[in-house]
Protein backbone atom coordinates (compact mmCIF):
# COMPACT_ATOMS: atom_id res chain seq x y z
CA UNK A 1 0.00 0.00 0.00
CA UNK A 2 1.76 3.78 -1.05
CA UNK A 3 1.96 5.59 1.81
CA UNK A 4 1.22 9.69 2.39
CA UNK A 5 3.72 12.14 1.59
CA UNK A 6 6.79 12.34 4.43
CA UNK A 7 6.52 15.76 6.32
CA UNK A 8 9.57 16.76 4.46
CA UNK A 9 8.04 16.32 1.46
CA UNK A 10 5.23 18.10 2.38
CA UNK A 11 7.40 20.95 3.11
CA UNK A 12 9.52 20.87 -0.48
CA UNK A 13 6.03 20.83 -2.42
CA UNK A 14 4.83 23.81 -0.12
CA UNK A 15 7.72 25.52 -1.19
CA UNK A 16 7.62 24.61 -4.79
CA UNK A 17 4.21 25.31 -5.33
CA UNK A 18 4.24 28.47 -3.77
CA UNK A 19 7.29 29.32 -5.99
CA UNK A 20 5.01 28.37 -9.03
CA UNK A 21 2.10 30.53 -7.91
CA UNK A 22 4.54 33.79 -7.53
CA UNK A 23 5.95 33.11 -11.30
CA UNK A 24 2.26 32.54 -12.62
CA UNK A 25 0.86 35.81 -10.75
CA UNK A 26 4.39 37.79 -12.41
CA UNK A 27 3.57 36.23 -15.58
CA UNK A 28 -0.43 37.51 -15.93
CA UNK A 29 -1.28 40.38 -17.91
CA UNK A 30 -2.35 42.30 -14.75
CA UNK A 31 -3.46 42.23 -11.45
CA UNK A 32 -6.94 43.26 -12.27
CA UNK A 33 -7.66 40.14 -14.82
CA UNK A 34 -10.48 37.71 -13.67
CA UNK A 35 -9.74 34.27 -12.44
CA UNK A 36 -11.77 31.76 -14.95
CA UNK A 37 -12.56 29.37 -12.10
CA UNK A 38 -12.86 31.75 -9.28
CA UNK A 39 -16.13 33.31 -10.02
CA UNK A 40 -16.06 37.07 -9.12
CA UNK A 41 -12.32 37.04 -7.93
CA UNK A 42 -9.36 39.27 -9.74
CA UNK A 43 -5.80 37.60 -9.19
CA UNK A 44 -5.76 40.23 -6.88
CA UNK A 45 -8.27 39.19 -5.10
CA UNK A 46 -6.53 35.29 -5.46
CA UNK A 47 -3.35 36.29 -4.33
CA UNK A 48 -4.68 38.37 -1.30
CA UNK A 49 -6.71 35.15 -0.46
CA UNK A 50 -4.05 32.51 -0.82
CA UNK A 51 -1.97 35.38 1.31
CA UNK A 52 -4.06 35.80 3.89
CA UNK A 53 -4.89 31.79 4.05
CA UNK A 54 -1.32 31.16 4.85
CA UNK A 55 -1.01 33.54 7.30
CA UNK A 56 -3.82 32.52 9.22
CA UNK A 57 -2.91 28.87 8.93
CA UNK A 58 0.57 30.30 10.65
CA UNK A 59 -1.05 31.28 13.36
CA UNK A 60 -3.12 28.10 13.76
CA UNK A 61 -0.20 25.68 13.79
CA UNK A 62 2.02 27.95 16.17
CA UNK A 63 -1.12 28.46 18.96
CA UNK A 64 -1.54 24.68 19.08
CA UNK A 65 -4.69 22.68 20.30
CA UNK A 66 -7.49 24.98 20.47
CA UNK A 67 -11.00 25.47 20.61
CA UNK A 68 -11.20 27.97 17.45
CA UNK A 69 -8.38 29.69 15.10
CA UNK A 70 -6.52 32.66 16.26
CA UNK A 71 -8.35 36.36 15.77
CA UNK A 72 -7.73 37.91 12.33
CA UNK A 73 -6.00 40.44 14.74
CA UNK A 74 -2.98 38.15 15.52
CA UNK A 75 -2.40 37.05 11.86
CA UNK A 76 -4.52 40.06 9.45
CA UNK A 77 -1.41 42.43 9.07
CA UNK A 78 0.16 43.59 7.19
CA UNK A 79 -2.93 43.93 4.18
CA UNK A 80 -1.78 43.02 1.01
CA UNK A 81 -0.67 45.87 -1.22
CA UNK A 82 -2.12 46.41 -4.39
CA UNK A 83 1.33 46.99 -6.63
CA UNK A 84 2.47 44.05 -8.20
CA UNK A 85 6.18 43.03 -6.90
CA UNK A 86 5.09 44.16 -3.41
CA UNK A 87 2.29 41.75 -3.22
CA UNK A 88 4.61 39.34 -4.98
CA UNK A 89 7.09 39.51 -1.99
CA UNK A 90 3.79 39.71 0.23
CA UNK A 91 2.74 36.68 -0.98
CA UNK A 92 6.47 35.07 -0.31
CA UNK A 93 6.60 36.10 3.33
CA UNK A 94 3.26 34.66 3.26
CA UNK A 95 4.18 31.43 2.28
CA UNK A 96 7.76 31.51 4.33
CA UNK A 97 5.51 32.48 7.63
CA UNK A 98 3.55 29.07 7.36
CA UNK A 99 7.10 26.89 6.26
CA UNK A 100 8.38 28.40 9.33
CA UNK A 101 5.54 27.38 11.68
CA UNK A 102 5.34 24.04 10.49
CA UNK A 103 8.88 23.34 10.20
CA UNK A 104 8.82 24.98 13.98
CA UNK A 105 5.98 23.05 15.57
CA UNK A 106 6.47 19.50 13.45
CA UNK A 107 3.61 17.11 12.42
CA UNK A 108 2.78 15.60 15.66
CA UNK A 109 1.58 18.88 16.91
CA UNK A 110 -2.07 19.41 17.72
CA UNK A 111 -4.07 22.20 16.03
CA UNK A 112 -7.73 23.29 15.55
CA UNK A 113 -8.90 22.20 12.36
CA UNK A 114 -12.33 22.78 10.44
CA UNK A 115 -12.04 18.69 9.94
CA UNK A 116 -12.56 17.49 12.97
CA UNK A 117 -14.91 14.86 11.70
CA UNK A 118 -13.09 13.64 9.13
CA UNK A 119 -10.49 10.63 8.59
CA UNK A 120 -7.75 13.47 8.75
CA UNK A 121 -6.28 13.72 12.59
CA UNK A 122 -5.98 17.48 13.98
CA UNK A 123 -2.13 18.30 13.76
CA UNK A 124 0.32 20.15 11.70
CA UNK A 125 1.08 17.10 9.43
CA UNK A 126 -2.18 16.86 8.27
CA UNK A 127 -2.26 20.98 8.17
CA UNK A 128 0.37 20.66 5.98
CA UNK A 129 -0.75 17.99 3.78
CA UNK A 130 -4.03 20.04 2.75
CA UNK A 131 -1.86 23.52 2.95
CA UNK A 132 -0.18 21.45 0.09
CA UNK A 133 -3.42 21.38 -1.90
CA UNK A 134 -4.80 24.63 -1.71
CA UNK A 135 -1.82 26.04 -2.72
CA UNK A 136 -1.15 23.63 -5.72
CA UNK A 137 -4.94 24.04 -6.97
CA UNK A 138 -5.09 27.80 -6.41
CA UNK A 139 -1.59 28.14 -8.62
CA UNK A 140 -3.18 26.00 -11.63
CA UNK A 141 -6.30 29.04 -11.06
CA UNK A 142 -3.50 31.95 -10.95
CA UNK A 143 -1.70 29.57 -14.08
CA UNK A 144 -4.88 29.33 -16.09
CA UNK A 145 -5.76 32.94 -15.91
CA UNK A 146 -2.00 34.34 -17.10
CA UNK A 147 -3.57 31.76 -19.69
CA UNK A 148 -0.86 28.69 -19.01
CA UNK A 149 -1.98 26.00 -17.08
CA UNK A 150 -0.16 23.17 -16.29
CA UNK A 151 -0.79 19.54 -14.83
CA UNK A 152 -0.04 19.22 -11.06
CA UNK A 153 3.08 17.35 -10.18
CA UNK A 154 2.17 13.88 -10.20
CA UNK A 155 3.74 13.56 -6.71
CA UNK A 156 1.15 16.46 -5.37
CA UNK A 157 -1.67 14.96 -7.65
CA UNK A 158 -1.43 11.37 -5.81
CA UNK A 159 -1.71 12.72 -2.66
CA UNK A 160 -4.10 14.90 -3.35
CA UNK A 161 -6.80 12.67 -4.12
CA UNK A 162 -6.24 11.22 -1.02
CA UNK A 163 -5.77 14.00 1.18
CA UNK A 164 -9.24 15.30 -0.03
CA UNK A 165 -11.06 11.96 0.17
CA UNK A 166 -9.66 11.90 3.80
CA UNK A 167 -10.51 15.96 4.66
CA UNK A 168 -13.27 16.99 2.72
CA UNK A 169 -15.03 13.86 2.11
CA UNK A 170 -14.90 11.17 5.03
CA UNK A 171 -17.28 12.47 7.23
CA UNK A 172 -19.67 11.19 10.38
CA UNK A 173 -22.16 13.24 9.08
CA UNK A 174 -24.94 11.23 7.18
CA UNK A 175 -25.25 11.08 3.44
CA UNK A 176 -28.93 12.29 2.54
CA UNK A 177 -29.21 10.11 -0.05
CA UNK A 178 -29.57 6.00 -1.14
CA UNK A 179 -26.04 4.29 0.20
CA UNK A 180 -23.45 4.35 -2.48
CA UNK A 181 -20.36 3.03 -3.14
CA UNK A 182 -17.97 4.99 -5.55
CA UNK A 183 -14.10 4.19 -7.06
CA UNK A 184 -11.72 6.98 -8.05
CA UNK A 185 -8.91 5.25 -10.55
CA UNK A 186 -5.71 7.35 -10.96
CA UNK A 187 -3.96 5.84 -14.75
CA UNK A 188 -0.89 6.30 -12.66
CA UNK A 189 -2.46 3.22 -11.00
CA UNK A 190 -3.60 3.83 -7.75
CA UNK A 191 -7.26 3.32 -6.58
CA UNK A 192 -9.81 4.76 -4.21
CA UNK A 193 -12.91 4.20 -2.45
CA UNK A 194 -15.56 5.78 -0.79
CA UNK A 195 -18.70 4.12 1.15
CA UNK A 196 -21.18 6.73 1.66
CA UNK A 197 -24.75 5.73 3.81
CA UNK A 198 -26.21 6.92 6.89
CA UNK A 199 -23.09 6.59 9.01
CA UNK A 200 -21.66 9.25 6.75
CA UNK A 201 -18.85 8.81 4.35
CA UNK A 202 -15.46 6.61 4.31
CA UNK A 203 -12.73 6.02 2.52
CA UNK A 204 -9.99 3.75 2.07
CA UNK A 205 -6.65 2.88 -0.72
CA UNK A 206 -7.53 -0.31 -2.71
CA UNK A 207 -4.59 -2.55 -3.43
CA UNK A 208 -5.06 -2.99 -6.26
CA UNK A 209 -7.67 -0.94 -9.13
CA UNK A 210 -11.37 -1.49 -9.31
CA UNK A 211 -11.07 -4.47 -6.25
CA UNK A 212 -10.90 -5.16 -2.35
CA UNK A 213 -10.74 -7.94 -0.56
CA UNK A 214 -14.32 -9.56 0.14
CA UNK A 215 -15.61 -7.17 -2.07
CA UNK A 216 -16.63 -8.53 -5.57
CA UNK A 217 -16.16 -5.71 -8.40
CA UNK A 218 -20.12 -5.43 -8.76
CA UNK A 219 -20.35 -3.79 -5.77
CA UNK A 220 -19.13 -0.37 -6.78
CA UNK A 221 -22.31 1.99 -8.25
CA UNK A 222 -19.99 4.06 -9.95
CA UNK A 223 -16.34 4.75 -10.69
CA UNK A 224 -14.34 7.72 -11.99
CA UNK A 225 -11.07 7.20 -13.93
CA UNK A 226 -8.16 10.16 -14.89
CA UNK A 227 -5.27 11.01 -14.40
CA UNK A 228 -4.54 11.82 -10.58
CA UNK A 229 -4.40 15.48 -11.43
CA UNK A 230 -7.50 15.21 -13.37
CA UNK A 231 -8.92 13.77 -10.56
CA UNK A 232 -8.05 16.53 -8.49
CA UNK A 233 -8.81 19.42 -10.05
CA UNK A 234 -12.81 17.81 -10.47
CA UNK A 235 -12.95 17.14 -6.84
CA UNK A 236 -12.05 20.96 -6.50
CA UNK A 237 -14.57 21.75 -9.25
CA UNK A 238 -11.90 23.18 -11.55
CA UNK A 239 -12.73 20.89 -14.65
CA UNK A 240 -16.04 18.70 -15.39
CA UNK A 241 -16.91 15.71 -14.46
CA UNK A 242 -16.80 15.04 -17.97
CA UNK A 243 -13.65 15.55 -18.01
CA UNK A 244 -13.02 11.85 -16.49
CA UNK A 245 -14.24 8.25 -17.79
CA UNK A 246 -17.29 7.42 -15.75
CA UNK A 247 -18.72 4.28 -15.47
CA UNK A 248 -22.12 3.24 -13.19
CA UNK A 249 -24.80 5.85 -11.82
CA UNK A 250 -22.33 9.02 -12.97
CA UNK A 251 -25.49 11.34 -10.95
CA UNK A 252 -23.18 10.55 -7.76
CA UNK A 253 -20.79 12.70 -9.00
CA UNK A 254 -22.81 15.06 -9.18
CA UNK A 255 -24.25 14.46 -5.53
CA UNK A 256 -20.92 14.47 -3.97
CA UNK A 257 -20.08 18.10 -5.79
CA UNK A 258 -23.20 19.31 -4.05
CA UNK A 259 -23.10 17.65 -0.63
CA UNK A 260 -22.06 19.98 2.18
CA UNK A 261 -21.52 17.85 5.70
CA UNK A 262 -22.36 19.36 8.82
CA UNK A 263 -18.42 20.08 10.56
Same mark, same amino acid.
Given at each position: ???????????????????????????????????????????????????????????????????????????????????????????????????????????????????????????????????????????????????? $???????????????????????????????????????????????????????????????????? $???????????????????????????????????????????????
Amino acid at each position: MEKTLEFSDLLRLIDERATAFRAAVASAPSLDVPVPTCPGWTLFDLVRHLGEGRRKWAAIVAAGPADAPPARSVWGAPAAPREREALLDWWTASAQQLLDALREYGPDRGCWTWWAASQSPQTAGAAARHQLQEIAVHTYDAQLTAGA $PQPLPDEVALDGVDEFLSTCCATTSPWPHEPAVVDYHATEGRSWRLWLSADGARFARLPAPGTTPGEA $PDAVDASARGTAGELVLVMYDRIPVASLKVDGDGRLFDLLQAWEPEE
